[in-house]
């Protein structure tokens, strides 16, 4: 079983619409969480750290859920700029591990 | 100019060549990584790096090498290539402190071994 399980998608999803993905971690004692964001062919960014108490960013939000051990990335009013693949990165221990990512495509 | 610097960016070699990959960055950090990243699977730690004088093996090692030449400079090399090491691989650093989180990456490597 992968450490960081994602829906690889795609999501296709038009512009103005809400749409969430999810992700699942299998070691209870990970310590942190974040998604981070890759654009095709370019190198991931940092999009936001997740928090129990959920965390909020614009038109993004983030939500863990240690009991499921699971962490959700809403994207509201989704823009065309916002198609990329969200990688959903997990710490514990003295790593970082990534998700195999899913995919968006916002269509006008 | 970029941060995390990777070259090359593109390589193409035989079964059996040894490569070097180099990573260099002006950020001042201390950690640096290399990953490697193949369709559906994610990125994945090959070797970290904390200071200069340490280096650690991370959930991929086996084939690969590194050296840690300077606080700026981290090298990944390939011993003897074999095709199953196709992919991108990427570079990254981060602070020790403040968002220690946050890892900036290179633009990546794409290495096809033949």
């Known amino acids: 079983r992968k450490e960081v399980e994602q829906d690889p998608g795609p999501f296709n999803v038009p512009e103005g619409a809400t749409v969430a993905f999810n992700c699942t971690y299998s070691?209870?004692?990970?310590?942190?969480f974040f998604w981070y964001r890759q654009d095709c062919r370019k190198e991931p960014k940092l999009l936001m750290s997740?928090?129990?108490s959920g965390n909020e960013d614009g038109r993004f939000t983030a939500q863990l859920n240690r009991a499921s051990q699971y962490i959700s990335l809403l994207i509201r009013d989704s823009k065309l700029s916002d198609s990329a693949t969200y990688l959903c990165v997990v710490y514990t221990g003295n790593m970082l591990t990534f998700g195999g990512g899913t995919r968006l495509m916002v269509k006008p | 100019d970029a941060d995390v610097t990777q070259t090359p960016r593109n390589r193409i070699t035989k079964t059996g060549k040894r490569i070097m990959l180099e990573c260099s960055q002006t950020k001042g950090h201390d950690r640096m990584y290399w990953y490697r990243q193949d369709p559906g699977l994610g990125l994945r730690l090959i070797y970290y790096s904390f200071d200069v004088k340490d280096i650690n093996k991370g959930e991929i090692s086996d084939g690969y090498s590194v050296s840690r030449q300077a606080q700026a400079k981290f090298s990944l090399s390939l011993e003897s290539a074999i095709p199953n090491q196709t992919a991108l691989y990427f570079c990254a650093t981060s602070d020790a402190s403040g968002s220690w989180y946050e890892q900036f990456f290179g633009p990546g490597t794409r290495l096809t071994v033949l």
């Open positions: 070691n209870s004692a990970s310590q942190s």
């Open positions: 997740v928090y129990s």
